[in-house]
């Protein structure tokens, strides 16, 4: 079975800083790692996802993330935020096993930007 | 090309009701997946069908039921609603077979609140 830990409820930053929300898995099997967000009253939205290759995925909206097998992270960070980045952000993982298991998702990591 | 669409988008039951909540997928996608988000909460994966058959359910009783219809829309049902069976249901469909490392396109959610 696996699960996500996001190590954060809340991160509040100012407008322009950076911005680093944490994701850690537990995983018996190779993975697969998405970032979505989810803005007030809406479904989800793909921020990036890492399958293989490259450790460090770029998405959309200036968004990357850090793929560290070791450590089994998958931190997302932006180098400077703005206000329209208010939301949620959730982190997920599946593995091979696909729909059997479907996606196992954070408690998710509110941000709040602070002007 | 049109995205995940729900309905209804709000919808207000009584304990021990029966639901039935429904999914357009996107265009082209042919797998379909269904999740329970409970108020601050990550979402939780309830079922993934995939040419009209069940191919994975997450940890949720058989009075969760669901269809996959020919033109892949969907629907989930729930029998003898609890309290607890308050919270955002999102719809997620994939172009391929269900496996894990498919991006899952989530629609804006159904919200149920049961009294």
């Known amino acids: 079975a696996q699960s996500v830990t996001q190590l954060d409820s809340q991160v509040p930053v100012f407008e322009e800083a950076p911005v680093e929300l944490r994701c850690n898995y537990s995983?018996?099997?190779?993975?697969?790692l998405f970032w979505y967000v989810q803005y007030p009253n809406q479904g989800l939205q793909l921020l990036l996802k890492?399958?293989?290759?490259?450790?460090l995925v770029k998405g959309i909206n200036g968004f990357e993330a850090e793929f560290n097998k070791s450590q089994t992270s998958f931190h997302l960070r932006k180098p400077s935020v703005h206000i329209s980045d208010t939301a949620e952000y959730f982190c997920?993982?599946?593995?091979?096993?696909?729909?059997?298991?479907?996606?196992?998702f954070g408690k998710g990591t509110h941000l709040i930007i602070q002007p | 090309e049109t995205g995940v669409t729900q309905s209804p988008t709000h919808l207000i039951k009584t304990r021990g009701q029966q639901v039935t909540l429904r999914c357009s997928s996107q265009?082209?996608?042919?797998?379909v997946s269904w999740y329970q988000q409970a108020l601050g909460q990550g979402p939780q994966f309830i079922f993934q069908?995939?040419?009209?058959?069940?191919?994975g359910r997450g940890n949720f009783p058989p009075r969760f039921s669901g269809l996959q219809f020919p033109n892949y829309s969907s629907e989930l049902n729930v029998n003898a609603l609890e309290l607890d069976d308050s919270a955002l249901y999102l719809c997620?469909?994939?172009?391929?077979?269900?496996?894990?490392?498919?991006?899952?396109?989530f629609g804006p959610g159904t919200r149920l609140l049961v009294l």
């Open positions: 995983s018996s099997v190779s993975v697969y």
């Open positions: 069908y995939y040419r009209e058959e069940e191919n």
């Open positions: 890492y399958l293989s290759g490259s450790t």
């Open positions: 997620a469909s994939s172009s391929g077979s269900g496996g894990g490392y498919e991006t899952q396109y």
């Open positions: 265009s082209g996608h042919n797998t």
């Open positions: 997920a993982v599946s593995d091979e096993k696909g729909g059997a298991d479907g996606l196992t």
